[in-house]
């Protein structure tokens, strides 16, 4: 029996579900490419609840070491505090990590893309190169990318993240943003007093406003950092300009206000160019991650809530999965892409419609939870 010959794989999105998977797939043997539209990494951000099964995902994912590595940048979670406004304890739960799992880890978004950057072979990485238009046929698939360059091959995996180029043109043109009511700061400070080792704070939602903070240990000089996350209800503008100049602005004196006095200075003082601004989206679930040659990962297929810190270590999940399935069918791309879709879409709707349920019990979502669509053929 001859070997199935290697793929030309285009993964348009260097964020966590990209790169592993380029690196998963690079591993395979297959020609990867790997599109992105910055000119460097996005390695920016700020502090990630990776739960256990993120952490199990990428150990599975059978690159040596490479689990242990992410471990070594993280802290295990210890404890959760839910507070009310004020600061006064609502309930304190231990993190139970039986003896055989993974640790949940708190740990900064840099660490993680920078350790997958650590695996990426030479010559797979494609900056500046945004994926501006797919074209599929029985043959392959064909890309438009930035500066009217173009690429051709057997697949095309879109981990483009919440605005998906890839899933609008391709997969599910009918996928739509849902607003979740908040205008979101967070930020990454030096701090060694407000969180010990491995707590998690949550600050239940009220008057308008919800918070959480987490020790995030050491930077590379060794200084602790807390991470904070600041939620705003606000009416989102109709207008894209007043959008983006509202997430330039700090966050409203009145708003912080309404946080303990304590928990709002450690976030008053935060340096500006710590931190980051968004308004909060999720995504309807979608009838299908799969068409044909294209298939979503990450974000690009199920963007949720930050309410179950799933995100990321949904995206991870998908790597994996849609890895397996390319080695489990060498020589039928489109059947391995099938398959990955079929088996994937329940998990990543439950994910989605239990961070929603969330959202609204805890006031942050008006959308009923409730709402699945029937999977389509692919
Ligand atoms: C406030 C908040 C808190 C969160 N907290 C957590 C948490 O605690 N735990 C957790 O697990 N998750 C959390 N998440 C979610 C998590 O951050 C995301 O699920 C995860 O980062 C998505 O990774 P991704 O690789 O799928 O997409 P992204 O990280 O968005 O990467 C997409 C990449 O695609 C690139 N791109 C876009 N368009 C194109 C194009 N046309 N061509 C080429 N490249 C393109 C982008 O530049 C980007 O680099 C949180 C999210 C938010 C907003």
Redesign the pocket.
């Known amino acids: 029996m001859t070997a199935a010959p290697p793929l030309r794989i285009a993964i348009?999105?260097?964020?966590?579900?990209?790169?592993l998977l380029a690196i998963l797939l690079e591993r395979q043997g297959h020609q990867v490419s790997l599109?992105?539209?910055?000119a460097a990494?996005?390695t920016e951000?700020?502090?990630?609840?990776?739960?256990s099964a993120?952490v199990r995902a990428v150990a599975e994912a059978g690159v040596p070491g490479l689990a242990e590595r992410l471990i070594a940048a993280g802290q295990p979670v210890r404890s959760y505090h839910f507070r009310n406004l004020l600061g006064g304890t609502i309930n304190v739960a231990e993190a139970d990590q039986a003896p055989h799992e993974l640790p949940s880890l708190l740990i900064h978004?840099t660490a993680i893309l920078e350790t997958l950057w650590g695996e990426l072979g030479p010559g797979l990485f494609h900056g500046g190169?945004?994926?501006?238009s797919c074209h599929q046929d029985g043959a392959g698939v064909r890309l438009g990318l930035?500066d009217g360059l173009g690429w051709e091959g057997d697949l095309l995996i879109g981990?483009?993240?919440?605005?998906?180029?890839?899933a609008a043109a391709a997969v599910a043109p009918e996928r739509h943003l849902n607003y979740l009511g908040d205008r979101?700061w967070?930020g990454v400070v030096p701090d060694d007093g407000f969180c010990q080792e491995g707590e998690f704070f949550v600050y239940a939602r009220g008057r308008g406003i919800y918070a959480n903070f987490f020790h995030l240990g050491p930077d590379a000089e060794g200084v602790a950092r807390t991470h904070w996350?600041f939620?705003n209800e606000e009416e989102l503008p109709v207008d894209r300009g007043e959008q983006r100049r509202l997430l330039q602005e700090p966050i409203p004196a009145e708003a912080l206000a309404k946080l303990s006095a304590q928990a709002a200075a450690v976030i008053a003082s935060t340096p500006p160019e710590r931190v980051v601004a968004?308004w909060?989206f999720d995504l309807d679930p979608l009838p299908r991650l799969v068409k044909g040659r294209i298939g979503l990962?990450?974000?690009?297929?199920h963007?949720?809530s930050?309410s179950q810190?799933?995100?990321?270590?949904?995206?991870l999940e998908d790597a994996v999965y849609l890895a397996r399935a390319l080695a489990n069918t060498p020589g039928d791309p489109t059947e391995a892409l099938r398959v990955y879709g079929a088996e994937r879409l329940p998990v990543v709707h439950d994910y989605q419609f239990r961070s929603r349920e969330v959202s609204n019990r805890i006031g942050r979502s008006r959308r009923p939870h409730n709402q699945r669509p029937e999977p389509v053929a692919v």
């Open positions: 348009a999105g260097a964020g966590s579900s990209g790169m599109f992105e539209r910055a990494p996005r951000g700020c502090g990630i609840l990776l739960v993120g978004r190169c945004a994926v501006e930035a981990a483009d993240g919440i605005f998906s180029q890839a979101v967070r996350g939620f968004n909060s990962i990450g974000d690009a297929a963007a949720m930050s810190a799933r995100g990321m270590t949904a995206g």
